[in-house]
């Protein structure tokens, strides 16, 4: 049986209360409910490409279908490879790093040179199972280093000789041509890479991927017919890319101090994530569920919880707009009321 480890999206988490606090109706929105501009503007489109068309150029033909002035992707496919490109618009553009670190899946064919049996393969599986070093090939467009990479599961779907069909679920910047290449290194018979695709990126999965056809279709509707109903269901808001993400839950004071550039002070926390780490990156909410920004966490949940004063998290990147809610400050320490 092969060895698994549980990747981002398996994590789970509870909540836990620190003061309990209710949301003003008059302030934020739903998440699924913007208005269509800013709903657009703090999408994401989870695109299936095709094989042909580098990342790059999928994601400026999405920026110029739709219109905006932004769009990335989270985490780049060779033009070769096809599957789960998420497409990040405008404001979630600075979530890209959020989704790469949610992890990656793929299904890969892997033809090896030799004959080896299936509990041969088995143990190279198991031993390529968790933290591994890997060197950029060299055709790689990132400087050539070793890097620690991390495999939560190798399962064999199918095979028929020295055909193997895979599934791969590891870490962002993981190398599966690379990995193919070691496996067969490690069972002394050499083996390359013969075809992949990708069907995860964070919590961005095949089975809700859209073609690029529909997408064409849902901004004609849209243009044409002011029918935005089909473009509202490929657009998904950009919360969803911080779904593996520890969370603290803002009271409604403490969201235009963070929106503004503050660090989110222990006494604007209404409630928690249990699993939220010390140095590690972390999504502020609001208490309606609205993106405000991500940080890096001061405290564990239990220290937050525990706390009177402080600051719990230092503030990265805001994704929410300044004028949802009020801004109020405490004179001289800058920490929010409750």
């Given at each position: 049986?092969?060895?698994?480890?549980?990747?981002?999206?398996?994590?789970?988490?509870?909540?836990?209360?620190?003061?309990?606090?209710?949301t003003?109706?008059?302030?934020?929105?739903?998440?699924?409910n913007?208005?269509?501009?800013?709903?657009?503007?703090?999408?994401?489109?989870?695109?299936?490409?095709?094989r042909?068309?580098?990342?790059?150029?999928?994601?400026?033909?999405?920026?110029?279908?739709?219109?905006?002035?932004?769009?990335?992707?989270?985490?780049?496919?060779?033009?070769?490879?096809?599957?789960?490109?998420?497409?990040?618009?405008?404001?979630?553009?600075?979530?890209?790093?959020?989704?790469m670190?949610?992890?990656?899946?793929?299904?890969?064919?892997?033809?090896?040179?030799?004959?080896?049996?299936d509990?041969?393969?088995?143990?190279?599986?198991?031993?390529?199972t968790?933290?591994?070093?890997?060197?950029?090939?060299?055709?790689?467009?990132?400087?050539?280093?070793?890097?620690?990479?991390?495999?939560?599961?190798?399962?064999?779907?199918?095979?028929?000789?020295?055909?193997?069909?895979?599934?791969?679920?590891?870490?962002?910047?993981?190398?599966?041509?690379?990995?193919?290449?070691?496996?067969?290194?490690?069972?002394?018979?050499?083996?390359?890479?013969?075809?992949?695709?990708?069907?995860?990126?964070?919590?961005?999965?095949?089975?809700?991927?859209?073609?690029?056809?529909?997408?064409?279709?849902?901004?004609?509707?849209?243009?044409?017919?002011?029918?935005?109903?089909?473009?509202?269901?490929?657009?998904?808001?950009?919360e969803?890319?911080?779904?593996?993400?520890?969370?603290?839950?803002?009271?409604?004071?403490?969201?235009?101090?963070?929106?503004?550039?503050?660090n989110?002070?222990?006494?604007?926390?209404?409630?928690?994530?249990?699993?939220?780490?010390?140095?590690?990156?972390?999504?502020m909410?609001?208490?309606?569920?609205?993106?405000?920004?991500?940080?890096?966490?001061?405290?564990?949940?239990?220290?937050?919880?525990?706390?009177?004063?402080?600051?719990?998290?230092?503030?990265?990147?805001?994704i929410?707009?300044?004028?949802?809610?009020?801004?109020?400050?405490?004179?001289?320490?800058?920490?929010?009321?409750?």
């Open positions: 049986m092969s060895k698994k480890l549980n990747p981002p999206w398996m994590i789970e988490s509870k909540i836990l209360v620190r003061v309990e606090a209710e003003n109706p008059s302030f934020g929105e739903d998440p699924y913007r208005p269509l501009n800013r709903y657009i503007k703090l999408g994401v489109v989870n695109l299936d490409k095709p042909g068309p580098t990342s790059h150029d999928t994601a400026s033909k999405v920026k110029s279908l739709i219109g905006v002035e932004r769009a990335g992707h989270g985490g780049t496919l060779d033009p070769a490879v096809s599957g789960v490109l998420p497409i990040l618009l405008d404001e979630a553009t600075k979530c890209s790093n959020v989704v670190s949610g992890g990656k899946e793929y299904v890969c064919v892997m033809k090896l040179h030799g004959d080896v049996s509990e041969e393969l088995e143990d190279a599986f198991r031993t390529f968790g933290d591994i070093y890997q060197l950029p090939p060299v055709r790689s467009s990132v400087a050539r280093s070793v890097r620690v990479r991390t495999i939560y599961s190798i399962d064999l779907l199918e095979r028929d000789g020295r055909y193997v069909l895979m599934k791969v679920a590891c870490s962002g910047g993981t190398y599966i041509r690379k990995l193919c290449y070691d496996i067969g290194l490690y069972l002394g018979v050499g083996a390359h890479m013969q075809e992949l695709r990708r069907t995860r990126a964070g919590p961005f999965t095949e089975e809700t991927a859209i073609t690029m056809l529909d997408l064409y279709e849902a901004v004609e509707r849209w243009k044409k017919n002011n029918d935005e109903s089909m473009l509202r269901r490929i657009v998904r808001p950009v969803e890319t911080v779904k593996h993400v520890p969370k603290l839950y803002l009271m409604d004071s403490a969201v235009g101090a963070v929106c503004n550039g503050a989110l002070a222990v006494s604007g926390v209404s409630k928690l994530e249990d699993n939220v780490r010390r140095g590690k990156m972390v999504a909410m609001t208490l309606k569920g609205e993106l405000v920004a991500l940080g890096i966490s001061r405290m564990s949940s239990e220290e937050i919880i525990e706390a009177e004063e402080g600051i719990a998290v230092d503030t990265e990147r805001v929410m707009s300044v004028s949802l809610y009020p801004r109020i400050w405490k004179h001289k320490k800058h920490e929010p009321d409750r």
